[in-house]
């Protein structure tokens, strides 16, 4: 069964139980006390008929108490009053029997001085009188006027009003049950748009701060993790069969020239150096390659911990320069925050070392090797790493597609490159919830800020 | 010893270079109190007076790059900067301002060579006059050469060795 159907029979039923609770009770104490009311109508009834009937002469009274009587005093359907006088050791077992009530209610009477009594909708009520010819028992009876008509209308009223209530309180539960699992509704739709085909597509994410936006949050999350290792994935086979083939080339071409006829052996002894050049070559990416693969995404070994981002640019920095002596890098550390825990970052080291190396060479390659700048800082929330260089520059309106995986600028033509760094360096700052922003002037140079969240670790 | 210097500002980052190359030129020991002040004219219907918040009026004036790289500033000044903070002046006479600098014990105000701020606020008015005409000590910094710069408005331009403002 769906939550939604459970939520609203549930709704249904407390609804439902409410309404039956409520009408019950007002059913029942109305009745209740229609039926005390009619009593209390009974015993002046009896009282009145006692005292014209039995209190013959008192005169002027009388005669009052008699029109007021005949005058205000509705007839009550099929009323009667009895009077019975009380003998000392008799019984009214024969009275009872004529009228067909019990004889206990006679014998209340005598006891109590009242008696109630009711009996397919004719109601008794009986009391003592004491008149000047003795004492009497007086029996007014009548039929229940309520409970002739104004109890079945009751019932009737109730009845409507809980149906009423009942498809009232569905369609709320409806509708409660609806609006509540819209949004998990819109989530799951959307999630079914997405596959391997489009990882780009994120859930739409709105600015509450409720459990469903959470689960959207989780839910991009883990679709940038996705799409990030997608990506690495497949830019790394692209790269790697591209990067393994070049010295392979040159390696078969040279050993095909060189078998075309008999050779010398300095051109021999050449050859193979040039072979064994390129085989090294080979060797090296292939390691490189290798140290990327593990540092990769594959779930073992990206382990995140903290790591200080300004001990991280000088590796950075050792790293570049020990691959490309000319590049020139200046790390600033003007800005450098004096409590040093504002410089931790909680990240995988390997991970940023990849990514700020590649936006730092790029910084170099595409300043031809001009001067670098590197700063840092940090705020409360966040470490800021500014890397500026007086470069080519990327024109505005291919900014946009910076990320795209094989994009490369217009101008960047006379530049190696394969246009795989800046998106794996995109992915690794947004799998460390970072931010990049490139801002760039054409001719005058670019600067890369990257926002990394600060990991609150204590000194 | 303390001192507190008042900073013009228009919520630019560019204006907290200036607060940037003003703090590096002081001496480690002195600590110093820095009020960033930003002149903007009141309404003055009775309701925007009765429900004046100054501290709304701030918030609507910054931006998060601002604040982010004003904290950035704090932190690297941390036992320097006792307190950085924002003020706006709604004066209309040069009384009021030379009131507001004195109730503020502003001992130096700090411009830049290149000034021009940019205000986003049609409310928002230059405090230069204002300052140029009190007896506050001025102290000038910056250079009147400007740079190219692509990082405009973002926290990264306050790495940036240029001070001017506009």
């Known amino acids: ?39 209390k109508l009974l015993e002046i009834r009896a009282v009145t008929a006692a005292k014209v009937e039995l ?33 000392p050791g008799e019984s009214f077992a024969e009275e009872a029997k004529t009228i067909g009530i019990p004889v206990s209610f006679f014998n209340n009477v005598l006891s109590d001085g009242k008696a109630e009594f009711s009996k397919n909708g004719m109601f008794y009520k009986a009391i003592r009188y004491k008149s000047k010819q003795g004492e009497y ?36 539960a409806l509708y409660f049950a609806k609006f509540v699992f819209r949004p998990l509704r819109k989530i799951t739709d959307s999630v079914k748009e997405i596959s391997s085909e489009n990882l780009h597509l994120r859930l739409d994410q709105t600015k509450s701060n409720d459990e469903l936006a959470e689960l959207t949050r989780t839910f991009n999350n883990m679709l940038d993790r996705i799409e990030t ?84 640019l000088w590796d950075v920095k050792e790293t570049i320069e020990k691959i490309n002596p000319r590049s020139n890098i200046h790390i600033d550390m003007s800005l450098l925050p004096e409590n040093p825990s504002k410089l931790k970052v909680k990240g995988n080291e390997q991970l940023l070392h990849l990514a700020l190396s590649n936006i730092i060479s790029n910084a170099c390659k595409y300043s031809d090797y001009k001067v670098v700048h590197v700063s840092i800082g940090a705020s409360d929330q966040n470490v ?76 | 010893m303390e001192k507190t210097v008042l900073v013009p500002t228009d919520f630019s980052i560019a204006s907290l270079n200036i ?19 930003h002149g903007m004219h009141q309404s003055d219907s009775i309701t925007n007076l009765l429900f004046f918040s100054k501290s709304k009026v701030l ?12 904290r950035v500033l704090k932190n690297k000044y941390a036992s320097q900067v006792r307190i950085m903070r924002k003020d706006i002046f709604t004066g209309f006479t040069q009384a009021a301002f030379n009131q507001f600098a004195e109730a503020n014990r502003i001992d130096e105000v700090c411009l830049p060579i290149l000034y021009n701020p940019q205000f986003k606020n049609r409310n928002s008015f230059d405090l230069l006059p204002f300052i140029k005409a009190s007896k506050l000590n001025i102290i000038t910094i910056g250079s009147a050469i400007e740079v190219p710069m692509p990082e405009k408005g973002n926290v990264a331009e306050l790495f940036t060795n240029r001070v001017s403002m506009g």
């Open chain 1, 1 to 39: 069964m769906k939550i939604q159907v459970k939520t609203m029979l549930i709704l249904l039923t407390a609804f439902l139980t409410i309404i039956l609770l409520f009408s019950g009770f007002v059913y029942l104490s109305v009745s209740n006390y229609s039926y005390e009311d009619f009593y």
């Open chain 1, 55 to 87: 209190d013959q002469d008192e005169g002027a009274a009388q005669a009052g108490i008699k029109d007021l009587r005949n005058e205000f005093f509705e007839k009550l359907p099929q009323e009667q009053d009895r009077f019975f006088r009380i003998s």
């Open chain 1, 137 to 172: 028992v007086v029996v007014a009876s009548a039929q229940n006027y309520f409970e002739l008509h104004h109890s079945a209308y009751l019932r009737r009223t109730l009845v409507f009003a809980i149906i009423a209530a009942f498809l009232f309180s569905a369609l709320i």
């Open chain 1, 229 to 312: 290792s997608f990506e690495t994935q497949n830019n790394f086979v692209s790269n790697a069969s591209h990067e393994l083939r070049t010295p392979l080339t040159a390696i078969i071409g040279e050993a095909d020239v060189t078998l075309s006829k008999v050779r010398k052996t300095e051109e021999y002894i050449e050859t193979i150096t040039v072979i064994l050049d390129e085989a090294e070559k080979l060797d090296r990416k292939t390691k490189a390659l290798l140290f990327l693969a593990q540092t990769g995404f594959n779930g073992k070994s990206q382990k995140f911990d903290k790591v200080r981002i300004d001990q991280l």
């Open chain 1, 384 to 459: 800021f790493v500014i890397i500026k260089d007086q470069g080519i520059g990327i024109p505005d309106s291919e900014l946009k597609y910076i990320y795209d995986p094989f994009f490369r600028a217009s101008n960047t033509l006379k530049y190696e490159g394969y246009g795989i760094g800046l998106p794996l360096t995109r992915n690794i700052i947004r799998l460390h919830q970072g931010e990049i922003i490139v801002s760039s002037i054409m001719q005058q140079g670019t600067t890369v800020q990257i926002n990394l969240p600060v990991g609150q670790y204590e000194l």
């Open chain 2, 19 to 37: 607060v940037k190359s003003y703090l590096n030129e002081q001496d480690r020991n002195t600590r110093i109190n820095i009020v960033l002040l």
């Open chain 2, 59 to 70: 918030e609507s004036l910054t931006n998060p790059a601002f604040e982010e790289a004003l």
